[in-house]
């Protein structure tokens, strides 16, 4: 017996596990717990809910400008997929002091370091799910027949490097404060600051230092003109996230040496991309810029169709058939010898802001910028980088009308009265459906009289409500039976001294009554 018992094997020690493992398989597990979280599901419907309304109902912008639609979704990914995220992640990581059960922790194989990492990694799975969405949604744009430029692949990887940024947040407040409603707190401070940042009365030099920034140029632009510094951000903001995944596990009681080399590495490329974001735009911006305002030919490609030219960006050709199909419209309805008459639709494009708070532009300063944007091509029609809604239709519809009636280059914003506001307003809004709505829409909100051209332009110009409530009535009959009158009469119509009185006699409308002297518009054209 004694020699039996000698024989036995000694008993070992318990092996220690595997940490590494264990923090995967929690990861995995949390990981799938987080996609499930009622956070996570609400924010990924607010996401693409109101993209799938807009294809099912048919009022998604079937025109889209590819280099603006890239990076317009990131506030919302912030506020609604990095939310969820956010509030997803602290919850799940103070799991264990919501429910009491901390000391239990203690008896597991995994260090409280190593479970952070695992919170840490699980935020992964939604962070690819967020980047398969914003990828498939520009892909989808990508494939329409009017989709002009082409996206930045860095504008489109922020949409999950924030998700990825403030679920790494989550998981940091969770380690250093106990309390759930820090998180919340947190998104409502994130979303203030990037929105009053994008404000223009406001100083933006720091909305670059956010995780995303609100930089809205006046227009869509060509993707050789545009400046956001996408690639430097993208890089700042990776920098944010090692640091405050670092800090995370700092917090949780990690310390070693990589930790501090990682995070000497994370803190400098933070500082250096972040400094790089303020870097002047490259020379060949400005010269593309430059280009653009003052040659814009040598930037575009052109077609003839008939008698009429069409010229476009580079990116933007696809759109001239729509450009087309409103300016026959147009031509339709007015007499063969006045539609035969060549036209040239050149695309423009402005990087200054026309329309900023406080700015006053004197009637003199219009007419001075009026004449020298004609000076680039005198008697080309206007069109702009938004196409797709009524009222960039409305607008290069009443252009090309202007044009027809009068002779003449688009004037300095100023109000086209009498019997050519009635008629160069009907030409516009019966040259196709998408005109006419434009033109109600507009009419619905406008005070004073109904604008036509973008705003952004120093040429353009506006129909007073009287003659246009004419033309409103004239949209009401056949557009048949209003053409073959109006040819009947065109030359008394587009006689600069006929007087809006006199139109409604020939065309058989009703005309408002004048208002008070006081009320009146000043008519110069």
Not at 443 to 459: E, I, K, L, R, Y
């Amino acid at each position: 017996m004694t020699a039996a018992l000698a024989e036995r094997p000694a008993p070992t020690a318990p092996r220690p596990g595997d940490p590494r493992r264990a923090m995967l398989a929690l990861a995995r597990t949390e990981g799938v717990r987080l996609l499930r979280h009622p956070a996570v599901i609400a924010g990924l419907l607010l996401f693409t809910g109101p993209e799938i309304y807009r294809w099912l109902t048919g009022r998604a912008n079937r025109f889209p400008v590819l280099s603006d639609e890239d990076w317009s979704t990131q506030f919302l990914a912030l506020l609604v997929l990095g939310g969820g995220a956010l509030i997803a992640a602290n919850l799940a990581a103070l799991r264990a002091d919501r429910h009491a059960t901390t000391g239990l922790y203690d008896t597991l194989v995994l260090p409280p370091a190593w479970r952070t990492g695992a919170f840490l990694l699980a935020v992964l799975p939604f962070t690819v799910l967020v980047a398969v969405l914003t990828a498939t949604r520009i892909a989808l744009l990508a494939a329409l027949p009017g989709s002009a430029g082409r996206p930045d692949p860095a504008e489109l990887a922020l949409h999950p490097a924030v998700v990825l940024l403030f679920g790494a947040a989550g998981v940091l407040l969770a380690g250093l404060v106990r309390t759930v409603i820090v998180a919340p707190l947190l998104l409502l401070a994130a979303a203030v600051a990037v929105y009053a940042a994008g404000l223009s009365s406001l100083p933006g030099h720091v909305r670059w230092l956010l995780p995303v920034a609100l930089e809205q140029p006046p227009m869509p632009v060509p993707v050789a003109l545009t400046s956001r510094p996408s690639g430097r951000h993208l890089a700042y903001v990776a920098g944010l996230i090692a640091l405050v995944a670092l800090a995370a596990l700092v917090a949780a009681g990690a310390r070693n040496r990589r930790l501090v080399m990682a995070g000497a590495a994370a803190l400098s490329v933070t500082a250096g991309a972040g400094a790089a974001q303020y870097l002047p735009v490259s020379d060949a911006v400005r010269d593309a810029r430059a280009t653009a305002a003052e040659r814009p030919a040598e930037m575009q490609d052109c077609r003839s169709i008939g008698s009429v030219t069409y010229c476009a960006f580079g990116g933007f050709e696809p759109w001239t058939g729509g450009w087309d199909a409103v300016v026959r419209g147009v031509l339709r309805a007015v007499p063969a010898e006045a539609a035969g008459q060549p036209f040239v639709i050149r695309q423009r494009v402005s990087t200054d802001d026309r329309m900023l708070d406080g700015r006053v532009v004197t009637a003199e300063e219009q007419a001075a910028a009026a004449a020298e944007w004609q000076r680039i091509e005198p008697g080309a029609v206007t069109v702009g980088t938004r196409w797709g809604d009524g009222r960039s239709e409305m607008s290069l519809a009443g252009l090309v009308a202007y044009q027809v009636v009068t002779h003449e280059s688009a004037p300095a914003h100023i109000p086209v009265c009498g019997a050519r506001g009635v008629l160069v307003a009907w030409l516009a809004g019966q040259a196709t459906p998408a005109t006419a709505a434009g033109l109600r829409a507009v009419d619905a909100t406008s005070w004073g009289g109904v604008p036509f051209g973008d705003m952004q332009f120093p040429v353009g110009f506006s129909v007073p409500d009287r003659e246009m409530a004419a033309a409103s009535a004239l949209l009401r009959r056949p557009p048949g039976d209003v053409a073959t009158t109006v040819a009947r009469s065109w030359a008394e119509l587009t006689a600069a001294g006929t007087s809006a009185d006199r139109a409604g006699e020939l065309l058989g409308v009703p005309v408002p009554p004048l208002p008070p002297v006081e009320e009146r518009t000043r008519c110069d054209g």
